[in-house]
């Protein structure tokens, strides 16, 4: 029974970490159709943003949650000002492009921070369920996974700015032509999705420790996750994360990492044999 | 296809590269030769994608895969049979074989360009991660530990066929390395001239025109591929002998990312211009590895950047124009 | 109808509720030449489309020299003997002219016939000086001509030409004509056209289509009076 619970937690989070370091991702290539190869350095950088700050004294929680995805968000702006906007269309030299962005955030890290495990502990401790304990952080990432995924629902389907931003994607010309500025528009989603892959970065700070090149482990699974999810944001994300979540950990449990790992790969790989276009480009089309 | 004569450039590049196989031991140190023996056999991994991206239009973001399974391939060999010549055979054929399987469902399931290169990104990186996490008595093949991020130190190096104790010394590594970037050079020349060939470029330039023509594209592409995979990991097994180690960064983003920057730089469409490439910015790397100012990785980040931002046609036509412009064929179609 | 190269039988195709072609049955002769006409909408690219390949039918079956091709990928289309032409050109633009006819050739015969092969279309087609053109650089009506070229050297049974005459001049359309009549006399034909100049000056017997089904399909002369026909084509209701 305690194992039932413990391994349906093990599931969610493992979905839930997929999820979250997957969704910046999937709103940049999902709106923007950008391959940002710069996505794992986003959740480094929000990871280290978060740990400066609970150095500096900052609460942990202001530090996760408030100060990673803010810095986060301005660099991601600043470098779609800089460098991104000029790319649009323009596929590989968008990919070299947010290649050297990949490569000066890493040198740059490294420069400032230097190449040790940078650490922050998990706060709350844990909890007994049964005969095992489990990390309460995990159910809160559970929580704040679940809460994010609501929230940009929410945003993308009631608000105005959410209707812009969907409606520009579409159509920039039409969206133009009704007032709004597309390249205003692109910068702030670009910003968004930064945003949300360091709030990522921040919260899964005490779990994996930061490291400038832990940007690598990342981006293989978020990539495959949005890949796989389809067009669609949300409900792609969400269905590729349960799916390779839930056979990443099941495996991970019963066998070894390194199965699990190898799980996700094949799962992915069969999936997009039989869905080329992802989950969402068969099945809950044209939702969010 | 209408026989010509070799190219002048083809005899030309091979006679440079005989000259310097033949030439480099009776001119430079070891630590040099040593050095130039590692450039040839990246050399061999630039070809590799060289022909299946330049010629095969196949954005193969993952061919670092093929490099760290031919590397890991031969080392695990090696140390099992403890002689060399079986494990160069399976660092060949386990990642041509692999390169087939991801073919079949990659070609198979008519997936195109961007998800070609996010997928095969993709599993190089999980390769990565796979490894990077095996370290521990439990995860062995045979004899061979794994040791995860630690890598595979002292492996055996390539001997005599049938003579375990007869090692390679390093000026006849050299001559073996450089023999084979030959072989590769001519072969994939003959290849790409062959009929099959002409039908792979024709894919590239048009895929469905080929398949108007009755041709059977997935085949071609996963034939390709496949051998781009054998060749990565005929490199690999290489580098693994160069420095008689192998860790995951074979497998790396960084590693990957590499090789695309050498045919790109080099020139996308030609078999020179990834070996130009190559050499350019190994050399480059090494370069600024030895000097202390600013982190390697920064400067390249930068240079990128820059190069990207600053040349408004695009980094790819321009590149691929200079650099066919210095060192390549007079017609866009041709090869060197 | 025995002995017909090709056929279909009550072939359908529909886009979610629209039926694009509805109950075709249509069948061409050894050699013989048809046009295929009608108003925009009428479902002649849709049919078209269904017999390369590229769409499937969603009932209804089309028969090659009597194999059923039904749902059949393009390439194994291709490979038993149909040559295809699209509405726009596709060719292989950094190859040359005897590069696209050689890769077409090149499949069924071996290296020495091939090049014989490729010298004759290049002849019949009459690009013999412009063999060693990279394609990419041609004029429009030369690209007719070489994706043409390049489908005759493929020795097809059939070949289904989709706005050969698209884009000419005048005297390219003649000439387009000219050239089609040519291949005529070996092979057969389904054309698809717009411009009635060229159509009248190839056709024998002409198949009109109108909302997704055959209309009439008689000579090109009683075509011409058929008030049905330029109703159809006027815009007025009508047809079956």
């Known amino acids: 029974m305690d194992l039932a619970a413990i391994l349906v937690i093990e599931v969610l989070s493992g979905i839930a970490g997929l999820a979250l370091i997957s969704i910046g991702l999937a709103v940049i290539f999902g709106m923007m159709r950008v391959i940002n190869l710069a996505h794992g350095e986003f959740l480094m950088l929000g990871g280290y943003a978060a740990i400066v700050a609970t150095n500096h004294g900052v609460n942990i929680w202001i530090a996760m949650l408030v100060v990673a995805p803010l810095v986060v968000g301005v660099i991601g702006m600043i470098a779609e000002r800089a460098i991104i906007r000029f790319l649009y269309g323009r596929m590989i030299d968008t990919l070299l492009a947010t290649w050297g962005l990949s490569l000066f955030f890493i040198g740059l890290v490294t420069t400032i921070f230097g190449t040790s495990v940078a650490g922050i502990r998990a706060p709350l401790g844990s909890v007994a369920i049964g005969r095992y304990s489990i990390s309460v952080y995990r159910l809160v990432l559970i929580v704040v996974a679940a809460a994010i995924l609501a929230v940009i629902f929410v945003v993308l389907r009631r608000t105005r700015l959410g209707l812009i931003a969907r409606g520009t994607m579409e159509n920039p010309d039409m969206a133009a032509a009704l007032g709004v500025s597309p390249p205003r528009v692109y910068a702030m989603t670009f910003g968004i999705g930064a945003a949300l892959s360091g709030l990522a970065g921040g919260l899964l700070a005490p779990i994996s420790g930061v490291l400038p090149t832990v940007g690598a482990a990342y981006v293989a699974k978020a990539f495959i996750t949005v890949i796989s999810g389809g067009t669609a944001i949300l409900a792609g994300t969400a269905a590729a994360a349960g799916l390779f979540g839930s056979v990443n950990q099941l495996l991970t449990y019963f066998t070894t990492p390194v199965i699990g790992e190898a799980g996700l790969l094949a799962a992915a790989i069969l999936l997009l044999r039989v869905l080329p276009h992802g989950i969402t480009g068969r099945w809950f089309r044209g939702s969010l | ?336 | 109808m025995t002995g017909a190269v090709l056929e279909t039988v009550d072939l359908s195709k529909r886009f979610g509720g629209v039926e694009a072609v509805r109950s075709v049955n249509f069948a061409l002769a050894e050699r013989e030449l048809r046009c295929l006409i009608g108003p925009n909408g009428a479902g002649k690219s849709t049919l078209f489309k269904l017999l390369t390949g590229q769409l499937r039918p969603t009932a209804g079956r089309i028969l090659f020299q009597g194999h059923d091709i039904t749902g059949d990928h393009t390439h194994a289309i291709a490979r038993r003997g149909i040559g295809i032409k699209t509405q726009v050109p596709s060719l292989f633009n950094a190859l040359t002219v005897r590069e696209h006819l050689w890769l077409s050739a090149r499949r069924t015969n071996p290296a020495g016939r091939a090049r014989e092969i490729v010298d004759e279309t290049l002849e019949r087609i009459g690009l013999t000086g412009r063999a060693d053109a990279v394609v990419g650089q041609l004029s429009h009506g030369l690209r007719q001509w070489v994706e043409l070229g390049t489908v005759l050297a493929g020795n097809p049974t059939l070949i289904l030409l989709d706005e050969p005459a698209a884009g000419m001049t005048h005297d390219e359309v003649a000439r387009t004509a000219e050239l089609v009549r040519d291949i005529n006399r070996t092979h057969a034909l389904i054309v698809v056209e717009h411009d009635m100049q060229f159509v009248k000056m190839i056709a024998r017997t002409v198949t009109v289509m109108h909302q997704g089904a055959v209309l009439l399909e008689d000579s090109m002369d009683r075509i011409l009076k058929d008030s049905t026909v330029r109703d159809v084509y006027l815009g007025k209701h009508g047809g079956r």
């Open chain 2, 1 to 336: 296809m209408i026989r010509r004569l070799p190219h002048p450039g083809i005899a030309a590049t091979t006679a440079a590269m005989v000259a310097v196989a033949l030439a480099v031991p009776r001119v430079v140190d070891e630590f040099e030769l040593l050095q130039l023996t590692v450039f040839a056999a990246l050399c061999i991994l630039a070809l590799s994608l060289g022909v299946v991206w330049g010629y095969g239009g196949i954005l193969c973001f993952g061919q670092s895969a093929f490099f760290g399974l031919g590397a890991y391939a031969y080392a695990v060999t090696a140390i099992n049979l403890g002689e060399s010549t079986g494990a160069v055979v399976l660092a060949v054929v386990v990642p041509a074989l692999f390169a087939a399987s991801l073919g079949y469902f990659m070609f198979y399931g008519r997936l195109s360009d961007v998800y070609l290169g996010v997928i095969t990104l993709s599993v190089t990186l999980i390769f990565f991660n796979l490894m990077n996490s095996t370290a521990g008595d439990a995860y062995r093949i045979g004899k061979a530990r794994l040791n995860g991020f630690n890598g595979m130190p002292s492996l055996p190096t390539l001997n005599l066929p049938g003579d375990p104790g007869r090692v390679l010394d390093p000026t006849e590594m050299f001559y073996l390395v450089m023999a084979l970037l030959v072989i590769v050079y001519l072969g994939l020349h003959a290849l790409m001239a062959s009929h099959f060939g002409r039908v792979v470029i024709a894919i590239r330039e048009n895929e469905t025109r080929c398949e108007l023509l009755g041709y059977d594209v997935r085949l071609h592409k996963l034939l390709i591929f496949t051998l781009g995979g054998g060749i990565a990991g005929l490199a690999g097994c290489l580098f693994a002998n160069w420095g008689a180690f192998v860790s995951p960064t074979v497998f790396s983003l960084a590693m990957t990312s590499q090789i695309i920057i050498w045919v790109i730089v080099g020139g996308l469409g030609t078999l020179l211009g990834p070996i130009i490439g190559c050499l350019i910015m190994q050399y480059l790397t090494t370069m600024f590895g030895t000097q202390q100012i600013a982190n390697t990785n920064l400067i390249f980040g930068v240079i990128f950047l820059v190069f990207v931002l600053l040349v408004p046609r695009g980094l790819v036509p321009t590149l691929a124009r200079l650099g066919a412009r210095a060192f390549g064929p007079p017609r866009a179609r041709d090869v060197t």
